[in-house]
């Protein structure tokens, strides 16, 4: 082959330009005894080197120091990288491992004991092979040597071509298609190998296969840093199951997050990011999908939702989300199958991932959860129990469980301010409110004592506002941080509810302000190590948004600055930064203090009067 060296002389050998013949094997040559140092070894006529290293005999007999082999090897792309294996067999050589050669080119392996080693031919499996290339090329090991001092040993290599009778043609006939004519009917031909076929070309990668590689480096790209995909969730790294389905509604909208992601890692402004003709196929597949949704493409249409869900909440600046449309179909698509339809890991997370956007929208709409019946929390804890999810994801979905009543409490709220005189509407309240609470001071009690002694939550000094937090949380992974500020913020929101329903009713209860600031507290020191999540952690400005209510002048000044630097490439309502009436009105909002109202007037906010949707 061109470009590799037949031979490994030594620069003595080199510049005395003593070759290796051909023709004659090495174990032969060390066969003839030397009578003197300047004696040189011919035959045929021809210098001969025996390449014995560490030292070979030219050297060896002259008194000089053997350079050994030399170093000069050239890689050849050949094509053959990427060839399926070919069919192996066994075959064992004296003093030398055993080695995998093709069932073809077993006949071809020429083994002889002599000297130190063997001959053998390499053709795939063993530590020095080397596959066959399209020309039938294959790698012989011609010689293994022992060194002198030490353990180890040397191999030589030399490549062969096992060479075609010109007698035999391609489908094992004779010349001119007769079997036995021309030179085959001397007989010469019987015992003849079979030339090594070359192994079929790698087979073109699909267009799914192909989009399922850029989603995985995109997945393992920016792991651990805020661009990391899984921030979203951990339904994210499930997702190239999928792609080899017929149906294009995922591959769609995994085709925008690759497209999105990837702009957002280049030096281009925001609003650039999402690519608009992606983000329209994208919905036009999800539209068609909803119109007739097969049973076996739920999981697709599921999973296309969410990620269109995810995309426009994180990359969409201008255009605003669908938020009321994804959720309504994310209901819709998951509950279709019922309770009991038997929930698979990635149909499992997938639901978990979006519940926060799914009860954000029955609350905006007034309406109880659907996932709120008896059945569905059965379900839910059941099939959670089974998985093999960590700690801390069970934990949070168990948390998500519960936080099913969470519309239930705003909207019972909304009827309270609308007659505070109802007290049976605010015993309601306050029997569902308890139960929740009390649900997660136990999980405060359990897991997280748990993931605290296990290092998974540690409490470090602060780099960031030492004077007013002076230490701060760190968290093993997203997850665990995401359990942390999720309990934390619905712990808030629960106890906001309670304290309306203990209003009308009379009751004083203190606790519940404590309790508030001490989760509100719990959001800020998680602040350090959610801002290296940016720019796709922002459900986190969700906790900071209703921690502001508890805190003091100077911490709320605080929960802005985060808010916007959490947010440093987005334009949130209604001015294009965080002021204290943008954030009271959706903390008020979501709790049913102040009523939503459709309308993209900013005075809605500014005046008190409701929170926009």
Not at 93 to 121: F, H, I, L
Not at 268 to 288: I, N, V
Not at 441 to 449: D, M, Q, R, W, Y
């Amino acid at each position: 082959m061109v470009g590799i060296p037949k031979s490994n002389r030594c620069t003595f050998c080199k510049l005395r330009k003593t070759k290796v013949s051909p023709y004659c094997p090495p174990p032969l040559l060390l066969s003839f005894p030397f009578h003197s140092e300047s004696d040189v070894f011919f035959v045929g006529g021809i210098q001969q080197c025996d390449e014995n290293w560490p030292t070979c005999g030219a050297c060896s007999r002259a008194g000089k120091v053997c350079s050994g082999a030399r170093n000069n090897f050239k890689f050849v792309v050949n094509g053959c990288h990427n060839e399926a294996p070919t069919t192996t067999a066994t075959v064992s050589t004296p003093r030398s491992r055993d080695y995998s050669v093709s069932a073809d080119d077993a006949s071809n392996v020429s083994s002889g004991e002599g000297g130190q080693g063997s001959a053998t031919t390499i053709v795939h499996g063993g530590p020095l092979s080397r596959r066959t290339s399209p020309g039938g090329t294959i790698i012989v090991d011609m010689k293994e040597y022992t060194a002198a001092s030490g353990t180890g040993t040397f191999h030589r290599m030399r490549l062969s071509r096992p060479h075609r009778p010109r007698h035999l043609s391609t489908n094992g006939g004779g010349c001119g298609g007769k079997e036995g004519g021309g030179r085959s009917g001397s007989g010469r031909s019987s015992g003849r190998p079979t030339p090594t076929p070359s192994p079929s070309p790698s087979p073109i990668m699909s267009p799914s296969e192909l989009l399922t590689a850029r989603y995985v480096s995109c997945l393992e790209a920016a792991r651990g840093t805020g661009n990391d995909l899984l921030i979203w969730g951990p339904s994210m790294r499930l997702i190239p199951k999928r792609l080899g389905s017929e149906s294009p509604v995922l591959r769609h909208a995994v085709e925008l997050v690759v497209t999105t992601w990837t702009n957002s890692q280049r030096e281009a402004a925001p609003e650039a990011w999402l690519d608009l003709r992606l983000y329209t196929q994208a919905l036009g597949s999800l539209q068609q999908a909803l119109k007739a949704p097969e049973q076996s493409y739920v999981t697709d249409i599921i999973a296309a939702q969410a990620m269109l869900q995810k995309v426009e909440l994180a990359y969409d600046f201008e255009r605003g989300t669908n938020e009321e449309r994804h959720a309504t179909g994310l209901i819709a698509m998951i509950s279709r199958g019922g309770p009991w339809q038997g929930f698979h890991d990635l149909s499992l997370q997938l639901t978990f991932d979006t519940y926060y956007n799914m009860l954000q929208s029955d609350v905006r709409l007034g309406r109880d959860s659907v996932f709120m019946q008896n059945e569905w929390s059965v379900a839910f804890k059941q099939a959670i129990e089974s998985s093999t999810l960590s700690r801390a994801l069970k934990s949070l979905y168990r948390i998500w469980v519960e936080a099913t009543a969470w519309p239930t409490l705003a909207r019972l709220v909304r009827q309270l301010h609308q007659d505070r005189t109802d007290t049976m509407t605010a015993a309601e309240l306050l029997l569902r409110a308890t139960s929740v609470l009390e649900f997660l001071e136990a999980e405060n009690e359990t897991t997280f004592k748990a993931l605290t002694e296990a290092g998974d939550i540690a409490e470090v000094a602060s780099y960031l506002e030492p004077d007013l937090f002076p230490t701060c949380y760190r968290f093993r992974d997203a997850d665990t941080a995401k359990l942390f500020y999720t309990h934390a913020l619905l712990a808030i929101i629960v106890s906001r509810t309670l304290q309306e329903a203990n209003v009308v009713l009379e009751n004083y209860a203190p606790a519940l302000m404590k309790r508030c600031r001490e989760y509100s507290r719990r959001i800020w020191m998680s602040y350090p190590y959610m801002r290296t999540q940016r720019p796709l952690a922002v459900e986190y400005t969700a906790a900071l948004a209703f921690a502001y209510e508890s805190a003091n002048e100077e911490e709320r000044a605080f929960c802005v600055r985060s808010l916007e630097d959490m947010e440093y490439f987005r334009r949130p309502p209604p001015i294009g930064r965080w002021i204290e009436a943008t954030i009271m009105a959706n903390v008020k909002g979501y709790t049913g203090r102040v009523p939503f109202i459709k309308s993209q007037d900013v005075t809605v906010e500014l005046c008190g009067l409701g929170c926009r949707s």
